[in-house]
């Protein structure tokens, strides 16, 4: 079974439990899933993903994980409401 991207997963060997967030696909067959670990480390940084052999790895989850959706700013340019002010001074 190929692990899809955004699922839950499980390094089998190590017990590590994350998100894949990547697939990569070797010359001669060889392909690693880069799993995401969940929480922070003790200082509060995101831990650092890990490469883990396809084979190694278990689905916890058959779909992948909901992302919520970004909000996107307004764009940038003229405000439609602006006003020029005349100053003498200048």
């Known amino acids: 079974m190929s692990i899809k991207l955004g699922q839950k997963v499980r390094d089998t060997l190590t017990g590590l439990e994350g998100?894949?967030?990547?697939?990569?696909?070797f010359l001669y067959g060889c392909?690693?899933?880069?799993?995401?670990?969940?929480g922070l480390t003790k200082d509060g940084a995101v831990k650092e993903p890990v490469f883990v052999d396809e084979?190694?790895?278990e689905a916890l989850r058959e779909e992948p994980i909901k992302?919520?959706?970004a909000r996107v700013?307004?764009?940038a340019?003229?405000?439609?409401?602006?006003?020029?002010?005349?100053?003498?001074?200048r």
Not at 31 to 38: A, E, F, G, T
Not at 77 to 89: C, E, K, L, N, Q
């Open 67 to 69: 992302l919520p959706t």
């Open 55 to 57: 084979p190694q790895v």
């Open 73 to 75: 700013p307004a764009p």
């Open 31 to 38: 392909v690693r899933i880069l799993v995401q670990p969940h």
């Open 77 to 89: 340019g003229p405000r439609t409401d602006a006003t020029r002010h005349i100053d003498a001074r």
């Open 19 to 25: 998100v894949a967030i990547s697939r990569t696909e």
